[in-house]
């Protein structure tokens, strides 16, 4: 038996993503279908913290789920395509256009299409099998007993239904689909909000369409419009879940954290009163005094970790409360409310950055236990002043002592500036000259001899051949960068080995933490303290290059050659690293310490 025209629609054999018709349709686990190059997106926009769910149900699955092509599905689809494109043109009614609409179908129009090929048939046992196996939604229909008509209002034959009026409205085979008659009243026309127009983001009727302010607007139907906005609300509560997953992970971190912490002073507790357990018990008061510097900093860890906790927690549970607020408006059936409430709940969430907080204390390096050893090995005789000994350690490790040679070359500072012939073109000079970062993508800039066409790196305009010359460089933000001098007659293009034989002189930071000055091989460095503020010093006649940590006033190395070349200040803010090092490398004025 042939199924009536008015069965097959568009929106049957829509994919809810892309919303078009299937294009080598894969079903998922949990039954739903879509286009594969669709879902295959949809999954590989996770990003790094992989969320595998189905969009319509939210079902969640541990492994990517084997996709295979729904072939039978497919070929439904394919047939369904063909009728579309041999449809017969449709006049505002669904009759043929010319055509009286109470006139008796004329066949004989196209005797190319059989009995069973018409437009808006199908085989009974196709139609069977899609409802079997693709559960094809067919509100209102039958298979075994054929719609019947719904009677007319009697104002129904001076009512037609809307044109198309942009190209964002879409229609199936029997033409676009009878509104709902749940559907709210417009205020002025007393019709149904079924279209939703994009230029005034609002709801309207058909009249609104035809002859009010929405003419020329792009309008859709309400209820695709709402299929869309349903698609963007699963990506941001999709985003909002990952923000919840990288921020409880924090939390168990930070709990590790204070795991190790308390784990470390109960070694350096257990350590110390091993220790002590030997000495006569006229040591007992200096014993004490030393479990007091280890509970101190202890309490101060704790106090660091419960703010963090604290602070975590209510951010946490912020973004529940958003995404609760979210996955009720995905369940809402509510067009209207759905559609007034999504601009506000589309809003990305204001939150902070967690990926450099952690919780660190000076007890994991076990500086009193070895503190405490060496004094007894070698000061038995002065016991008494341990406790203070152990907490001048402390102070000694996380505050180093000035160094005041700093003072003295900061009287060398020279105004330095960037020059932007030798920059490659992925860098960004400020207009002054003192500012460089690296841009996501190359700029239009000539590709003169003097650029550098591969590392990411740029000359001062000063050079100097003679003389002590000084600058500070801003780096605080930042996880990678190089900073010192090069020759001008070094090779810039394609690939540069750098070393000072090569013609640079620089230090560098890897990943934070890691820093090497750029011999063959690299030499790395120890650096105790982070500095934010590098300076740099050159003695061109001497051959030395010096770079100091600036706010702890501390040398952090010296490398001493033979300059035989005019040399230049070198900078490289390195790559962005998906936002992480985006921050620029500063030249600042030099302020004299005390």
């Known amino acids: 038996m042939a199924l009536p025209a008015a069965f097959l629609s568009e929106d049957q054999f829509t994919c809810s993503i892309c919303l078009d018709v299937f294009n080598n349709p894969v079903s998922t686990p949990c039954g739903h279908s879509f286009c594969q190059a669709c879902i295959c997106s949809y999954w590989d926009g996770g990003g790094s913290d992989k969320f595998y769910q189905c969009p319509l149900c939210k079902e969640s699955f541990r492994k990517r789920p084997q996709l295979q092509i729904n072939r039978t599905l497919k070929e439904i689809t394919e047939q369904f395509k063909q009728m579309a494109n041999t449809e017969v043109p449709m006049d505002g009614r669904g009759g043929k256009s010319g055509e009286d609409p109470n006139s008796p179908p004329h066949h004989h129009d196209h005797p190319a299409l059989s009995s069973l090929q018409r437009p808006g048939e199908m085989l009974e046992t196709i139609f069977a099998e899609m409802m079997t196996c693709f559960q094809v939604p067919t509100p209102g229909f039958s298979a075994s007993c054929p719609k019947e008509p719904q009677p007319q209002s009697p104002n129904s034959e001076h009512l037609d239904p809307p044109p198309p009026y942009s190209s964002l409205r879409r229609y199936t085979l029997s033409g676009h689909s009878d509104s709902s008659p749940n559907l709210p009243l417009c205020p002025i026309h007393l019709r149904g909000l079924e279209f939703f127009c994009r230029t005034d983001n609002t709801c309207i009727c058909c009249i609104c369409v035809e002859t009010g302010e929405h003419r020329g607007h792009h309008v859709n139907p309400v209820k695709r419009e709402w299929h869309i906005k349903k698609s963007q609300l699963g990506v941001t509560e999709l985003e909002l879940n990952k923000l919840i997953y990288v921020r409880e992970r924090k939390v168990v971190e930070i709990h590790n954290s204070l795991r190790a912490i308390q784990a470390a002073a109960e070694r350096e507790t257990d350590g110390t009163v091993c220790e002590f357990s030997k000495l006569i018990s006229n040591l007992e008061r200096c014993q004490a005094d030393v479990l007091e510097v280890v509970e101190k900093t202890q309490r101060v860890a704790e106090h660091r970790a419960q703010d963090l906790l604290r602070e975590l927690e209510e951010e946490i549970a912020e973004l529940k409360k958003r995404s609760s607020s979210l996955s009720q408006l995905n369940l809402s059936e509510d067009y209207i409310s759905c559609l007034r409430r999504f601009p506000a709940l589309s809003t990305p969430p204001q ?49 180093p002592r000035h160094n005041p040679k700093i003072r003295r070359v900061q009287e060398y500072a020279d105004d330095i500036t960037l020059d932007t012939v030798t920059a490659h073109q992925r860098l960004i000079i400020s207009a002054d000259g003192k500012q460089v970062h690296c841009g996501e993508r190359n700029q239009s800039v000539p590709n003169n001899p003097e650029r550098f066409d591969r590392v990411v790196c740029v000359l001062a305009h000063q050079g100097f051949n003679s003389g002590r010359h000084y600058w500070e460089v801003e780096v605080g933000g930042k996880t990678d960068w190089d900073l010192g001098v090069a020759s001008r007659s070094v090779n810039r293009k394609g690939k540069i080995t750098v070393s000072p034989a090569h013609g640079y002189w620089f230090l560098s930071l890897r990943d934070q933490a890691e820093y090497a000055f750029r011999t063959e091989p690299s030499t790395n460095l120890a650096v105790s303290l982070r500095p934010s503020r590098i300076g740099v010093y050159v003695d061109y006649d001497k051959g030395l290059v010096s770079f100091y940590n600036v706010e702890a006033r501390l040398l952090i190395y010296t490398f001493a050659d033979k300059f035989s070349d005019t040399i230049h200040a070198f900078f490289s803010p390195c790559t962005n690293k998906s936002g992480r090092n985006e921050a620029p490398l500063i030249i600042c004025p030099v302020a004299k310490t005390d």
């Not at 405490?372 to 505050?399: I, T």
């Open 351 to 399: 939150v902070k950055n967690w990926s450099g907080v952690s919780v660190r204390s000076e007890l994991t390096s076990r500086v009193i236990l070895s503190t405490v050893k060496q004094m007894m090995a070698r000061f038995g005789d002065e016991m008494q002043k341990l406790p203070k000994a152990c907490q001048q350690s402390l102070l000694n490790q996380s505050v």
